[in-house]
């Protein structure tokens, strides 16, 4: 079994920051693509960023130059830094992540369950 968790949302003002973190655990054997998803209230999900295993990141434009995407290996941990938040920010971020089991085995994809962010004009 996989687990993935979120942590570190809440209710900030305008302008604020957050940190959110992203941790897989259970029987892991390597965690290939990592990506922050966000659903606001009556929209679909959508991606924020990504992240491959080698590092190399992809932002969506709204949050280009405001948000960074990380990642620590050897904890099975990802993060997202956002800065300068903005109401339309709001929503829950789910994590999304692409895991190997085994080391012949095939990728399965895990989502958490989703950390709710509150940004007040």
């Known amino acids: 079994q996989v687990q993935v968790v979120e942590s570190g949302g809440g209710l900030v003002q305008a302008g604020g920051s957050l940190r959110l973190s992203c941790a897989a655990s259970g029987s892991i054997f390597r965690v290939n693509d990592m990506g922050w998803y966000r659903q606001a209230p009556g929209k679909q999900r959508e991606l924020v960023a990504a992240?491959?295993?080698?590092?190399?990141?992809n932002y969506v434009d709204f949050v280009k130059g405001r948000f960074t995407i990380s990642r620590d290996n050897t904890k099975n941990t990802m993060y997202l830094q956002m800065n300068s938040l903005k109401p339309e920010d709001t929503g829950v971020y789910y994590c999304?992540?692409?895991?190997?089991?085994?080391?012949?085995?095939?990728?399965?994809?895990?989502w958490g369950q989703g950390t709710q962010v509150t940004v007040s004009s």
């Open positions: 999304n992540a692409h895991v190997m089991r085994s080391a012949w085995g095939r990728e399965y994809e895990y």
């Open positions: 992240i491959t295993s080698t590092g190399i990141t």
